[in-house]
C-alpha cells in the first residue's frame, strides 16, 4: 500500500522534538507499506520562498515551503497548506506512488488533505487527537473540520472519548476506528530509582513530581505551582521537575518563571527544556509522581510512558485519560480544584504504591501494533472508497437499450 502522509507537526532541524509519535508510528507502518511523508514549513509570505527538499527516512520526508500570513491569516492556513502540497502529491499520484492519504490531525491537516484528495481522486483518512475540541470551539474551523471528516473513507482516533467526540460531529461510527498510541518499550521501562536519580546526579531523600509535555497553559503547569507552597509544608524535601520545552501553541514557560519567582519557589522547580525520549525515560524513574492537571488531552503519551516506567501517576478526568489510569497505577481528580490537586497528590504521595507492580500491570501497546492497526483501517478505507466509486460509475451509466 502506498500511503502519503501529511502533518505540519513532525521531527526537524528547527524542532527536532515536534510529533515524535507521528514519526514512531510511521516508522512501524513504513515496515510493511511504502510511506511517504509530506511535511509542510510555513513561511511568511512575504519571503518569497518556493520549493521541496527530500530527506532519506525512514520514511523518506519531503519538506515543502507553505506560504502564509501570520497571525491574521490562520483561518487560511488549511487552504494555503493544501495548494503548497497540490504539485507534489499529484506528481506521486501520476508516478502511482500513492493509494491513500493519511491525514494527522483534524486542523489544519485534515481540511487541507480533503481538499487535495478530492481535486485528486484519492481517499484519505483522518486522525484525531486532543486538540479536536479545542479547534472546534471555532465556527469556521468546526465547519471546515467536519466537512472533512465527514468525507473522509476513514477516521482515527486515539481515545473512546475522541471517538464519541467525532461520532457527535456526524461521523458514521462505524467509520470512526480507536487506535491509542503506542509506547517504545525498550525506552520506557521500569528502572531502578536510586540508580536513575544517580545518573542525574539528584539527592536520594528528596520528594520528587515531575510534569512531562510541552509548556502550554492546557498541560496544567501552573496548577501544580499553585499548590506547591501547601505541599512544601508537609512535604518540606519536595521538588517539581517540568520536563519539557515551548510548542506552538504558545509562548508559557516565562509566564511559568514568573510565577515561580513570585512564590519564592525557585530552589524547589527544575525546568529541564526538551530532552531526548531516554532522558525523559531516567527523569521518570527518578520521580515519586508523574502529575497532569490538564485541561485537555486526547491520548497523553507521556502519561503511558510514565506508568510503563513504574511510576504512579495523578491526572484530570478528561478526554482519554480515563483510558490510560487504572486505580492500579494511579488516581483521576475532576478538573479545575486546586483543593482536589492538592488533596490528591497528598493521598498519592502518602500511599507510595509498589512501582514494580505498576510497571508489570500496564498492558504497553507497541508501535508496531500500531501499525498493524492502522494499517487495516487504511485498507478498509481504500476498500470503501472502490466500492464508492463502482455505485457512481453504475449509478451514472447509461441503461442497457
Not at 57 to 65: A, D, F, K, L, T
Not at 80 to 109: E, G, N, T
Request: with cysteine.
Amino acid at each position: 500500500m502506498n500511503i502519503v502522509s501529511m502533518s505540519l507537526c513532525y521531527p526537524s532541524e528547527e524542532a527536532p522534538y515536534a510529533g515524535l509519535f507521528v514519526r514512531s508510528r510511521l516508522q512501524s507502518l513504513a515496515q510493511s507499506n511504502h510511506v511517504r511523508m509530506v511535511h509542510p514549513i510555513p513561511t511568511p509570505f512575504w519571503l518569497g520562498r518556493r520549493g521541496v527538499k527530500k530527506l532519506e527516512g525512514p520514511p523518506p520526508v519531503w519538506r515543502v515551503v507553505m506560504p502564509y500570513l501570520p497571525k491574521f491569516g490562520k483561518p487560511l492556513n488549511p487552504y494555503l497548506y493544501a495548494r503548497s502540497v497540490m504539485p507534489l502529491v499529484r506528481d506521486f499520484k501520476q508516478r502511482d506512488q500513492v493509494d491513500i492519504i493519511d491525514a494527522h490531525f483534524s486542523w489544519p491537516d485534515g481540511v487541507a488533505a480533503a481538499r487535495v484528495a478530492g481535486a485528486l481522486g484519492i481517499p484519505y483518512t483522518v486522525t484525531l487527537r486532543g486538540v479536536l475540541n479545542r479547534y472546534c470551539q471555532n465556527f469556521w474551523k468546526r465547519r471546515s473540520i467536519v466537512s472533512s471528516l465527514q468525507g473522509a473513507s476513514g477516521v482515527i482516533a486515539v481515545s473512546s472519548a475522541l471517538k464519541e467526540d467525532a461520532v457527535r460531529l456526524g461521523v458514521p461510527a462505524d467509520r470512526v476506528h480507536v487506535i491509542p498510541n503506542g509506547i517504545d518499550s525498550e525506552v520506557f521501562r521500569y528502572g531502578d530509582q536510586s540508580a536513575a536519580r544517580q545518573a542525574l546526579n539528584l539527592p536520594r531523600d528528596e520528594t520528587i513530581l515531575i510534569t512531562v509535555g510541552h509548556l502550554c497553559r492546557r498541560k496544567g503547569f501552573h496548577r501544580v505551582l499553585r499548590v506547591l507552597p501547601k505541599l512544601l509544608q508537609e512535604h518540606g524535601k519536595l521538588r517539581y521537575v517540568m520536563a519539557g520545552g515551548e510548542a506552538a501553541e504558545g509562548r508559557f514557560e516565562r509566564r511559568l518563571r514568573a510565577m515561580v519567582k513570585e512564590l519564592g519557589l525557585e530552589d524547589r522547580v527544575t525546568f529541564t527544556g526538551h530532552l531526548e525520549p531516554t532522558t525523559i525515560a531516567t527523569w521518570l524513574q527518578a520521580s515519586d509522581l508523574f502529575v497532569l492537571p490538564t485541561s485537555n488531552e486526547g491520548w497523553c503519551n507521556a502519561l503511558g510512558e510514565s506508568i510503563a516506567c513504574g511510576v504512579p501517576v495523578l491526572a484530570t478526568d478528561v478526554g482519554g485519560n480515563g483510558e490510560i489510569v487504572s486505580p492500579t497505577s494511579g488516581l483521576l481528580i475532576p478538573m479545575g480544584s486546586d483543593r482536589a490537586l492538592l488533596a490528591g497528590i497528598n493521598r498519592m504521595l502518602n500511599a507510595r504504591p509498589h512501582r514494580l507492580s505498576i510497571a508489570r500491570a500496564f498492558p504497553i501497546r507497541t508501535w508496531s501494533t500500531v501499525a498493524s492497526e492502522t494499517s487495516s483501517v487504511m485498507r478498509n478505507a481504500l476498500h470503501r472508497s472502490s466500492e464508492r466509486r463502482m455505485q457512481v460509475r453504475q449509478i451514472s451509466s447509461p441503461a442497457p437499450a
